[in-house]
């Protein structure tokens, strides 16, 4: 079953303005991870926040992690049209196993 | 480097008939994943390896799947017989364990199953 689920499932937006997707999972974890997908295409990495991170930053991006409420963001700041993909989160469950559990993602459209 | 390659991109075939798809991970990665992705059901882990060895091969659906990785640098998924509800996107992902453990997906396999 899936751990992450997103929120929203579609999000649609102007160009320029900031995008907030969410994360919920069910489990302790030892990281969780952004992917981003565009369609037709395989997923692509962008960042991780390990357990103990509260948020982290990458270019336009910023996670944050609550593990109190078992829960992630990823913002992106003045979005781009090329910026319109799917958004996924996964987490990485404590145990030392390296399985990732991805959420059903939320699809970001960017108008320009 | 090349990043991770599937092979073929996309496969139609017939009810019934043998499926082989086929994973060169990234040089250097010692973790392997299969996923299957649909709409109804979204990204699911089939199998995953760490050092050709099978770890956890729970997600693999039923007895008509199965999964081989002979060496560091390949990896075949087969579906025998071959059913309509087994079309999906499936994605080949490679990892190094000890590292970030962030994965690289491949292109993927469009599969269609007639």
């Known amino acids: 079953s899936q751990q992450g689920e997103e929120d929203p499932q579609a999000l649609s937006i102007q160009e320029g303005e900031n995008a907030t997707m969410n994360c919920s999972y069910k489990?302790?974890?030892?990281?969780l991870q952004w992917y981003r997908q565009n369609s037709g295409r395989g997923l692509v990495h962008l960042i991780l926040i390990r357990s103990n991170e509260r948020e982290k930053h990458s270019g336009r991006l910023r996670v944050t992690l609550d593990t109190s409420k078992k829960s992630s963001s990823l913002l992106i700041t003045a979005s781009r049209a090329a910026d319109t993909a799917s958004y996924f989160c996964a987490t990485e469950s404590q145990g030392g196993s390296e399985k990732l559990v991805f959420g059903k993602g939320t699809k970001l459209t960017v108008n320009p | 480097d090349a990043g991770v390659i599937q092979s073929p991109r996309h496969e139609v075939t017939e009810m019934g008939q043998e499926v082989t798809l086929r994973c060169k991970p990234i040089s250097g990665h010692n973790s392997l994943f299969w996923y299957r992705q649909t709409m109804m059901r979204g990204l699911e882990l089939l199998i995953y390896?760490?050092?050709?060895?099978?770890?956890?091969d729970s997600g693999m659906p039923e007895d008509r799947f199965s999964a081989k990785m002979p060496n560091a640098s390949f990896s075949t998924l087969k579906i025998q017989p071959s059913e309509p509800r087994d079309s999906a996107v499936y994605f080949c992902?490679?990892?190094?364990?000890?590292?970030?453990?962030?994965?690289?997906f491949g292109p993927g396999t469009r599969l269609t199953v007639l």
């Open positions: 992902a490679s990892s190094f364990r000890g590292g970030r453990n962030e994965q690289f």
């Open positions: 489990t302790s974890i030892n990281n």
């Open positions: 390896f760490n050092n050709n060895v099978p770890i956890d």
